[in-house]
């Protein structure tokens, strides 16, 4: 990949945190694709000379492109299209025709804000489309158009793609700065580069790091391949960039981490647990789920139903906090609570089959823990859950897990495992 | 704020969005609170020479301190340590005291792991013992340890932090970190700046922008006050520093802006709407609450439960997809569900008594909606939600959204509006 890009994220909610990026990931996954070389990513506040010296920077490191993301809305400190400007020597000036665009979005926008300022509008309105002379528009999704603004001719240096702030904004405006002529020039002789990614669940990292060791003592030339390891949410993924021609390579590694981690590697192909647990219930023959859970207070049931279509298959579930919800909700039997405490193997059990009954699906789900910071006990710490999936034929899983970390951390891996369990279930069915 | 700083986060899986970054914000904040002034955050994979070209850049905006997160992991592929003894200068030696502090860290870690590779533990332990000669050791909270670099003695030049990636490593080495020498030294003459904020909700963001015009109109000087607006699931949130002479200017500006939208500014403190929600729930009296959500499946309850404590005041929840499960865990009648549709007033007014009543709370939350993307009519499109809070004493307050974007924008969107109408109903029953 000899094409190298950068991308500046501006916005000082985004440089402190009130905001979580996601436009940096998302261009740099889609300048992969194309096979131009993300090299960095800058994210500073909304003062102009740090969103200057950051372009300046990229130029410097020889990026041939530089995409950057948000101050482009109406408001004064809302400064990019302006450094950019600066940056590529060209004059500020009113496109005029899309001005008048902005003014019919913003008329159509503005009906259901009956009192709005108009004169704040209007000084926006003009803001938005004033832009550096020779910039290639690209049209608003909202009210603000993006920009691809090339060097001055004659002169060498980045082409600088300006894209707003919003990911529903500039995820849509991407096909049209990556099919512009500045953005195709800027970036002539990219390669593409494949991507590929094991998921793995219930193996430490050290284990990962010693499988790459064996795999070049057993003679795989894997340092033709850019191999990375990371740990998400309890699960180990292994991604792997490569040039076209070194598809072979790949496989064969892919083939020996499969043999030597068997049971715990559950993705070849990128898809997540979500995805692959959603594809089972679908069937055939389409099986129905419910939920019951406590310390992750309703979690479950929004990640299952996160993936479009879910109604098919997610019966509902419940959050049942209170041990009378439990009992009223679940069918869990007060005198099991009573005896085994409501953080028991016996009750994630009752949990799991009550979900089962109660809201008549094939496949119940029950948790229950101690999320902490408060509640824990000697015997039942914080961090102390059991989940158990139950089928209506009698088929069932428990397990009892003592989790790290905070309350937060805590009820999101028990959201994973739990998901884990599952599909581990049903897969070990269709076998 | 004299004092400059810069932050390096690392990690290819960061740089492309497979792990959001956490690090570099929460690292700015810490900055921001010491009085040190945090320039711009550059995300690189974890290639050795861009993260070199990274520190190089940053030394020469004039950075006294710079920041990395990452790459110190037992595996060959984590190399920040290295290079930031590159950049410094410094020799790499084996610290033989933390080698074996690290080795009685391993023992103990991998004692859940009965068949682990001991010699890859051992690689690994050596790796992370392995450190740029005079470097500060922050202890270990996972196996890396931290370590605070200065330049070598006689050249000017940034004092590098090296910190681990995963954020519960990271925070709790802060404190050491900030408290040693090198990082004092580097940091003289900072000044502490303070921070506050604003939240409306139920306005767009061209209303401030006006507002902020109009401050200035009336002759506040806020030019003097560094103020930034930005939207974030559908509130807006003004956050303003300003050096702490400038407090009283500060407290007028606050004020204007609470007399022009007294409506809908909801928080001067910085407080969320989920902690103000808990705040009114706990009383006195307190208050229990339930939901019953169709199209939010677990959110509306996984945010409730979210806040620490949740437990004295949540009864519990129910998701409830399919009809059968909204007449059988909500009550609501079958035939008013066929009357007029699962997404209707009608139904969120049934389920938001239901959850009331089935879960014996004084509150209850109804949501239903049709988040998408397949699902939509005409006279029901995607995006069309309903949402009420019906309280014991038969109060009740009734919303129809129509909201645009993605499935998970507007099941985000609907958990924040129904927390809202929850606390708004709240608060005025307290006036």
Same mark, same amino acid.
């Given at each position: ?60 490191? *020889? ?253 509902? *579930? ?114």
């Amino acid at each position: 990949m000899s094409v190298r890009a950068g991308i500046v994220v501006t916005g000082t909610e985004v440089l402190t945190g009130r905001v979580a990026d996601r436009n940096g990931p998302w261009c740099s996954e889609q300048l992969r694709a194309l096979g131009v070389d993300h090299e960095s990513t800058v994210v500073v506040g909304d003062r102009p000379n740090d969103i200057l010296a950051a372009l300046n920077w990229l130029a410097a490191e *020889g990026c041939a492109l530089i995409i950057t993301s948000g101050g482009l809305g109406p408001t004064a400190d809302d400064l990019t299209a302006t450094v950019v400007g600066e940056f590529q020597d060209r004059l500020m000036v009113v496109d005029e025709p899309l001005h008048l665009r902005i003014t019919a979005i913003l008329e159509r926008l503005t009906a259901r804000w009956p009192s709005v300022d108009q004169a704040a509008i209007a000084a926006g309105n003009l803001k938005q489309a004033t832009i550096p002379e020779g910039a290639t528009i690209l049209e608003p999704i909202g009210t603000a158009p993006g920009l691809v603004v090339p060097p001055p001719a004659g002169r060498d240096g980045p082409t600088v793609v300006v894209l707003p702030g919003p990911p529903s904004e500039l995820v849509p405006m991407w096909e049209a700065a990556a099919s512009s002529a500045p953005f195709i020039a800027a970036t002539e002789g990219r390669v593409a580069i494949e991507q590929a990614m094991l998921r793995l669940f219930g193996i430490p990292e050290s284990e990962i790091a010693a499988t790459l060791r064996a795999a070049q003592t057993a003679g795989l030339a894997i340092d033709q391949l850019e191999i990375t390891t990371c740990l998400r949410r309890g699960e180990i993924e292994i991604v792997t960039r490569y040039a076209p021609d070194q598809r072979p390579l790949y496989d064969e590694f892919a083939r020996f981490v499969a043999e030597n981690h068997s049971e715990t590697l559950f993705s070849v192909d990128g898809t997540t647990i979500d995805q692959q647990l959603a594809a089972l219930l679908l069937g055939p023959p389409l099986k129905t789920i419910a939920v019951a859970e406590s310390c992750t207070g309703g979690l479950v049931a929004a990640r299952l139903t996160e993936i479009a279509g879910a109604s098919d298959y997610v019966r509902g *579930g419940v959050t049942v906090y209170s041990n009378a919800a439990k009992s009223k909700l679940a069918g869990v039997p007060a005198a099991l609570i009573e005896r085994h405490g409501a953080v028991s193997e016996e009750v994630a059990v009752a949990l799991a089959e009550g979900a089962r009954t109660v809201l008549g699906a094939e496949i119940g789900v029950g948790v229950t823990g101690v999320a902490g910071p408060g509640g824990g006990t000697k015997e039942k710490p914080v961090g102390l859950v059991w989940c158990a999936v139950s089928l209506a034929d009698g088929d069932l899983a428990v397990r009892r897990l003592q989790l790290p970390g905070s309350r937060q951390l805590i009820r999101d891996r028990t959201t994973t495992v739990a998901l884990h369990m599952t599909a581990r279930l049903l897969r070990e069915r269709l076998r």
